[in-house]
Nanobody
């Protein structure tokens, strides 16, 4: 059974930090690129950060570049998103995605809520 379980969300003040985790099970984690998306009501789902299967390449949305860092631990089947200097506009549900485009396999987590507010 495939599972992606996000954790680490919560309420934080502007300028604060959070570290999100996404624990994967039920598939070969090291075959998949991993992505963090975020979703707010009335807006399209936004790709925030991605990391390749080996972790050798990362990419970020312009809105988070320099503030967020994506990383992965293939031994623990976990991907992380370190979020620093958080802004109110970072408030969203953050959703973990596993993608193996070669075989068109994609898995999604349920998401974790991040609220940035004073």
């Amino acid at each position: 059974q495939v599972q992606l379980v996000e954790s680490g969300g919560g309420l934080v003040q502007p300028g604060g930090s959070l570290r999100l985790s996404c624990a994967a099970s039920g598939f070969t984690f090291s075959n998949y690129a991993m992505n963090w998306y975020r979703q707010t009501p009335g807006k399209e789902r936004e790709l925030v950060a991605l990391i390749t299967d080996t972790g050798g390449f990362t990419k970020y949305a312009d809105s988070v570049k320099g503030r967020f860092t994506i990383s992965r631990d293939n031994a623990k089947n976990t991907v992380y998103l370190q979020m620093n200097s958080l802004k109110p506009e970072d408030t969203a549900v953050y959703i973990c995605n596993a993608a193996w485009r070669l075989v068109s396999r994609y898995y999604w987590g349920q998401g974790t809520q991040v609220n940035v507010s004073s």
